[in-house]
Structures are given as structure tokens and as C-alpha cells.
Nanobody, 124 residues
Framework: VQLQASGGGLVQAGESLRLTCAAS????????VGWFRQAPGKEREFVAA????????YYDDSVKGRFTISRDKAKNAVNLQMNSLRPEDTAVYSC??????????????????WGQGTQVTVSS
């Protein structure tokens, strides 16, 4: 499955953005989809995932209550709605697809298809 991420941009603290991960070559319906981010000088970190096994969603504590991951079956896409953005959310955001077991859902190594990143910059 090939992935294309979009929707990044420059916003002020407190504002919102919606990122979209579009799939081609296959359907998302058989994959777990995750969002990860990497800030300059930092390691890539887990943000959120939508699990194919149980259709549950999972979030890192730092974004819980502010970010929402959802599937758009009609568009074969997965969205990440980001509200109440903070300067510390500034990073390159990437989407990934795979079939990790639930205990590995936050591990980037458990995913095998990655889209290019999209830059999110939040100014204070």
C-alpha cells in the first residue's frame, strides 16, 4: 500500500489542523494505520493509531483529548484531527500502515509502509 500524507501547515497555538493519509494500491480496511511525528533533534514518536483488529483507537498521552484519528472508508483515507495545538506539537508528521499486534501498536518498527511526512509548525 502506498501512502500520501497531507494537511500540514503553520498555525498559532490553540488552533486546529487536520492531516490526511490517503492510500493507493490497496485498501486501508485490512491495515492498522498509525501517525508518528519527529521533531528536530528528537526521535520519532508515536501519536495515534487506528487498529484493524478491533477498530479501537490509541493515543499517546501527550495528545489524548486533543487529537482524534478516524477512518474515511469512502476516500480510503485516515484523518488526524488536531485541536488545541501547542508549540511542542511542532514536528514532521508521517502516517504508516501495517498489521502490528496491539501491544506493538506504538512501535514504528511494527509498520512497513510509510508515507512522506508533512510539516506541522505551531507558533506561540
Amino acid at each position: 500500500v502506498q501512502l500520501q500524507a497531507s494537511g500540514g501547515g503553520l498555525v498559532q497555538a490553540g488552533e486546529s489542523l487536520r492531516l490526511t493519509c490517503a492510500a493507493s494500491g490497496s485498501t486501508f480496511s485490512t491495515y492498522t494505520v498509525g501517525w508518528f511525528r519527529q521533531a528536530p533533534g528528537k526521535e520519532r514518536e508515536f501519536v495515534a493509531a487506528s487498529a484493524v483488529q478491533n477498530m479501537h483507537t490509541y493515543y499517546d498521552d501527550s495528545v489524548k483529548g486533543r487529537f482524534t484519528i478516524s477512518r474515511d472508508k469512502a476516500k480510503n483515507a485516515v484523518n488526524l484531527q488536531m485541536n488545541s495545538l501547542r508549540p511542542e506539537d511542532t514536528a514532521v508528521y508521517s502516517c504508516a500502515a501495517g498489521r502490528p499486534i496491539i501491544s506493538m501498536i506504538s512501535r514504528s518498527s511494527a509498520y512497513y509502509s510509510w508515507g512522506q511526512g508533512t510539516q506541522v509548525t505551531v507558533s506561540s
